[in-house]
């Protein structure tokens, strides 16, 4: 079956973690640790736990970070053979504080990606994935971690003008480098509720609201996910709701990552809409709970 293409950022997560509940100035003992991560990545390790046979389209520095990152993902089963390796940039980095009340801050360091530019993208076009003439129809999951200008570019270009493509902001900070993509027909967003509202320029009260309020924007399809809330998905006017299982949280990074793998995975095996939101949430639930490895 052709490979799952996951386009964007491969890079270190340096996660501290307390039990104590965090504010601005707190200096509290807890545990720190350097996972891999990036929203491609994270994708693609959820895809590769349902088998899926993935390829990452991503920028790494030739350097220790980014061997041991690549090195990784193949352990897992994820082709890597297509990353751009950069001579002169060093690979990206993300640190975020988890306490008691959940993520309190996180800063991305993704600038090698932005400063790759369109050559990740140079499979696509160069016949190892497709050609400007006979571009990619595969399933293809985007992160939001690309420049601003480049996502433009993809948007009216000829990289992934054919694919059935799955978009995913890497962050509310990053949700309006979206915007040129969101009537592109053959999309699907998978977004939480804060992003769906910073596209909308709204405040949704729910995920179905979100969910409604972004196909009328003319989102080919829209998937909306609200931590422990409901979550919704819509496409041709039909909007579907399902609320997650209630699980003790031990970790919320990577959660609507999760989710979005499983959803992708279940939907090449042919599941209905509905199936699809229930498999999404019962993924991120074991990623919640911690019952599944990062
Ligand atoms: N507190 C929680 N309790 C139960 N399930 C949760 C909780 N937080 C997240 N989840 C599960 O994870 C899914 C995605 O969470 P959320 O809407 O917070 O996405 P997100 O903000 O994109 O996540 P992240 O940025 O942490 O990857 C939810 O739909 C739900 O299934
Ligand atoms: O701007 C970004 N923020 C967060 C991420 C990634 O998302 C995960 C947290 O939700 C985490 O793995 C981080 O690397 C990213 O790739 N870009």
């Known amino acids: 079956m052709t490979p799952v293409l996951c386009i964007g950022s491969v890079l270190w997560d340096v996660i501290g973690r307390t039990p104590a509940h965090m504010s601005v100035g707190s200096d509290v003992p807890g545990h720190i640790i350097r996972v891999p991560g990036g929203v491609a990545l994270n994708i693609a390790f959820g895809l590769a736990r349902f088998g899926v046979g993935c390829e990452l389209l991503t920028a790494v520095g030739r350097d220790i970070d980014g061997t041991a990152l690549l090195e990784e993902a193949r352990q897992r089963g994820i082709g890597t053979a297509h990353a751009y390796v950069s001579d002169d940039l060093p690979t990206d980095r993300y640190m975020a504080i988890e306490g008691a009340n959940g993520l309190v801050a996180a800063i991305a360091d993704a ?7 369109d050559k990740i993208l140079t ?14 129809e595969g399933v293809v999951a985007l992160d939001g971690n690309l420049s601003e200008g480049l996502l433009g570019r993809i948007a ?8 059935d493509l799955r978009i995913a902001p890497a962050s509310p900070g ?3 480098r979206l915007a040129p993509l ?8 998978y977004v939480n509720l804060e992003e769906a509202g910073l596209l909308l320029g709204a405040r949704p009260k729910t995920a179905a609201d979100a969910a409604r309020g972004l196909s009328d924007r003319g989102a080919a399809r829209v998937v909306v996910t609200d931590g422990p809330r409901p979550a919704a998905s819509a496409r041709d006017g039909v909007v579907l709701t399902a609320t997650p299982p209630e699980v003790l949280v031990t970790r ?43």
Not at 111 to 117: G, M
Not at 288 to 294: C, E, F, L, P
């Open 111 to 117: 600038h090698s990606l932005e400063r790759a530019d």
């Open 123 to 136: 499979p696509l076009v160069d016949g190892r994935f497709g050609t400007e003439a006979a571009p990619f």
């Open 156 to 163: 009216k270009g000829p990289w992934l003008s054919a694919a």
């Open 174 to 176: 990053k949700a309006h």
């Open 182 to 189: 969101l009537r592109m027909p053959g999309a699907t967003f």
């Open 252 to 294: 919320v990074t990577g959660a609507g990552d999760t989710f979005m793998a499983a959803h992708i995975a279940v939907e090449r095996d042919g599941a209905e809409p509905a199936a699809a939101l229930e498999a999404g949430l019962q993924a991120a639930a074991q990623h919640v709970s911690g019952d599944i490895a990062t």
